[in-house]
């Protein structure tokens, strides 16, 4: 039972969880709304299953490898929750990061066939390979990780987009309605994931900065210092804020005062919150407890799909 729990963390379950919320809660609360009525192909619900599935394993995979190489750092940053080669032994983690790729390809050929979607396997695959550079290099560099891993985040909303549209812009951009709005509603949540992302890889590198100090990193707090990536991660914040409210203004005239209230009380606000709170942080503890409440406005965030499920 223990190593099955052991296995469980260094998967990152809950994120696991977060992002097939994530991908069900786009399909069927924006793209199934938008083309309600309109005929699905026999394919559509295989397809989603095994793109799911395929997003799951790779970033599983990307978790584990992640803790295969950072384990030193980790033993200075987070001692109490150290799992490799504490309880599960270095072999079995290659082996399980190994696995759950190749699974995660698999799903990947599976759910996209060559002749239509090659583009987008060969981003998952890539995707494989740059969370395998990520941990051994690019996430000890400045700024590079952790563009990657918000790019990364919003790949989870777009690869179902593109599995549905193909990569033409004429037809994305298209005249029709349907297509216009499934368009606007991607970008929307695509880079709303893309910019809280990248938000809080500034901020667990505030966290971290003692470990990765010791084990020769160039993150943004070593090579720039605490007070610039403050100021860096409160320009991205005051970004995604303005935006969030720019839309509220744009929804309003059509009558959707419970989304807008959503998103006031339980975006905007805590954003806000953290905004103000960022520059009285001082240890890893605070910025730890910041991490986590972007994290869960990440999670009330892509909870507000569930809207367009009643107003589409």
């Known amino acids: 039972m223990k190593l099955i729990t ?4 260094l998967v990152r379950w809950p994120n696991l969880v977060f992002i097939v919320l994530t991908q069900m809660l786009f399909e069927y609360c924006i793209y199934k709304r938008i083309y309600t009525g309109e005929a699905s192909q026999p394919d559509d619900t295989r397809q989603f299953i095994f ?22 750092i980790d033993q200075v ?4 929750k150290v799992v490799v080669n504490v309880i599960i032994n270095r072999r079995w983690v290659i082996f399980w990061h190994m696995f759950l790729s190749l699974l995660g390809l ?21 995707s494989i390979i740059l969370l395998w550079f990520y941990s051994t290099n690019f996430k000890k560099q400045l700024l590079i990780g952790n563009i990657l891993i918000s790019l990364l985040t919003a790949w989870v909303i777009m690869i179902l ?3 549905k549209q193909p990569l033409q812009l004429d037809h994305i951009l298209a005249v029709k309605t349907n297509e216009v709005r499934f368009f606007r509603l991607t970008i929307v949540y695509a880079a709303f994931a893309f910019i809280i992302s990248l938000v ?19 993150t943004m707090p070593i090579v720039w210092g605490i007070n610039a990536s403050k100021v860096y991660a409160a320009v991205w914040l005051i970004v995604l804020i303005a935006s969030l409210l720019v839309l509220q203004f744009y929804v309003l005239p059509f009558g959707w005062w419970l989304s807008v209230l959503y998103c006031i009380v339980l975006i ?13 942080a001082n240890s890893a503890k605070d910025f730890h407890t910041l991490s986590t409440i972007v994290k869960l406005v990440m999670m009330t965030g892509i909870l507000s799909m569930v809207f367009f499920g009643f107003y589409l």
Do not use: T
């Open 161 to 163: 987009f593109l599995s």
């Open 51 to 72: 793109l799911v599935i395929a997003s799951v394993m790779i970033a599983a995979a990307g978790y584990i490898i992640n803790d295969y190489f950072d384990l030193n």
């Open 6 to 9: 052991a296995f469980f963390r």
């Open 268 to 280: 905007i606000a805590p954003l806000v919150w953290i905004l103000l709170k960022l520059f009285k």
């Open 200 to 218: 809080r890889e500034v901020i667990k590198d505030m966290e971290d900065v003692e470990g990765d100090r010791r084990y020769g990193c160039r």
């Open 77 to 80: 940053n987070k001692p109490g």
């Open 106 to 126: 698999f799903f990947s050929f599976a759910a996209l066939p060559l002749n239509n979607y090659w583009h987008l396997v060969l981003a998952n695959l890539a």
